[in-house]
């Protein structure tokens, strides 16, 4: 009988490669590269995130600080000023004390002469207007019951007694005489009197002395 014919066994190459002869088939090469390009674009991923992510910094420990003590406010309330309502009293009345003619005292005290001084030269037949300054320096008070009498000298056409002029005590008071200067030349000199009404005279007596010419 005759031999089966041998025919040459074909290499079967493995899909990683041909184990014959060690090299790596192209299904094997393809899968690498795949592989590889993956885990770069895996890399370059991480890398993005890595520079796009802020760089964390370490937060120092800080001990934590004790609260103070809380201070319960003060009420503080201020007091209120009294308010005192001052009633006015009313103004005393000042009475004067009322004084006794008859316990009063007079007296009349000379100041000055007004008008007329003492030897003034006058012209005969002349209107004479003579005033004296004189002070009530009693503490009567002189009204019409006082009278000034002449007391000596020239009466010179003038009343021999005329009324005072009326002047509260401590008070001043102007005396005023009318005389008319005779028709002879010469000096001529006239004196008065203040009296009470009881007719007592009292305090400086007054003058008029004139030269006519």
Not at 181 to 208: K, R, T
Request: aromatic share 8%.
């Amino acid at each position: 009988m005759a031999a089966a014919p041998q025919y040459p066994k074909k290499n079967r190459e493995s899909p990683l490669g041909d184990s014959a002869t060690g090299r790596p088939s192209f299904l094997f090469m393809m899968m690498r590269f795949i592989r590889s390009r993956i885990l770069f674009a895996f890399s370059g991923i991480l890398v993005a995130l890595s520079a796009c992510s802020p760089a964390s910094t370490s937060t120092p420990f800080r001990p934590p600080t004790a609260q103070p003590p809380l201070i319960e406010p003060t009420l503080i309330i201020q007091p209120t000023k009294q308010v005192v309502v001052i009633q006015p009293s009313p103004l005393p009345t000042i009475i004067a004390p009322t004084v006794n003619p008859q316990d009063c005292t007079n007296n009349l005290h000379f100041m000055s002469d007004v008008t007329i001084p003492d030897n003034s030269l006058v012209t005969v037949g002349s209107s004479i207007d003579k005033q004296w300054l004189v002070e009530n320096s009693g503490t009567c008070n002189w009204n019409s019951s006082y009278r000034l009498k002449h007391l000596g000298g020239a009466v010179l056409g003038a009343q021999e007694e005329m009324m005072l002029y009326p002047a509260r005590s401590e008070t001043q008071a102007t005396i005023e005489i009318i005389f008319t200067a005779p028709f002879a030349e010469g000096a001529y000199e006239s004196a008065w009197q203040a009296v009470d009404p009881d007719g007592n005279p009292f305090g400086d007596p007054i003058y008029m002395r004139v030269t006519v010419q």
